[in-house]
Each structure stands twice: as structure tokens, then as C-alpha cells.
Nanobody, 121 residues
Framework: QVQLVESGGDKVQSGGSLRLSCAAS????????MAWYRQAPGNQRELVAS???????YYEDFAKGRFTIARDNARNTVTLEMNSLVPGDTAIYYC???????????????WGQGTQVTVSS
């Protein structure tokens, strides 16, 4: 079982920046991909960015050039640096991780409880 705890959500003005963090703990063999998703009121949860264990990052178009995802495999953490925030970025941001319980089993996806990001105009 893997527990994911996010932090860093806050209220900021348009143009501001925030840094979200997510720490994984529990019993697992290895964490493979990690990602950030977000869900705004009335919308479906959507991918923001993901990163492989080797550090290869992927960004949705709205995040390119503004957001940076990074991870620390030794500490089992993933961060999301968000710059030039706009009101449209207002959402609950969720951490996601695919982890293996042992070496020869497939990954299971885990979710954090979310952290609120609010951007005012």
C-alpha cells in the first residue's frame, strides 16, 4: 500500500507562482511513473504532467512553458512548479503514482487526497 500526501496548495493572484509537493510512503518495491492531475468544479479530472522514473516528463499543452514537474527517487517525492498562474488553473491538484509491491508484479495506481489551488484575477 502506498500513501501519497500533497502539500503546497494556496490562494494566489493571477501571474503568481506555487510549488506543489507530494511525498509517497508505505510498503512498495518501486514507484514507476508519477503524475499530477487536477479537477476544477464541474469538470473531469485531467492530467497536468507526468514523469517517468528515469525523469522523462510529459506536459499537457496548457502546462507547457509554465509548469515543471520533477521527482526525487531517493525520497519518493514529486513536485510541480507552477508559474504564470491564471484563474483557469484553479482546481484541486492530485498526486498520482504507479507503484509495484514487488519486483515481478504490475504497478498499481495510487492517488493522494488533493490540494486546493485558487488563482484570483
Amino acid at each position: 500500500q502506498v500513501q501519497l500526501v500533497e502539500s503546497g496548495g494556496d490562494k494566489v493572484q493571477s501571474g503568481g507562482s506555487l510549488r506543489l509537493s507530494c511525498a509517497a510512503s508505505g510498503s512498495f518495491f518501486r514507484i514507476n511513473s508519477m503524475a499530477w492531475y487536477r479537477q476544477a468544479p464541474g469538470n473531469q479530472r485531467e492530467l497536468v504532467a507526468s514523469i517517468t522514473r528515469d525523469g522523462i516528463a510529459y506536459y499537457e499543452d496548457f502546462a507547457k512553458g509554465r509548469f515543471t514537474i520533477a521527482r526525487d527517487n531517493a525520497r519518493n517525492t514529486v513536485t510541480l512548479e507552477m508559474n504564470s498562474l491564471v484563474p483557469g488553473d484553479t482546481a484541486i491538484y492530485y498526486c498520482n503514482a504507479a507503484a509495484q509491491r514487488s519486483e515481478y508484479v504490475t504497478s498499481v495506481v495510487y492517488w493522494g487526497q488533493g490540494t486546493q489551488v485558487t488563482v484570483s484575477s
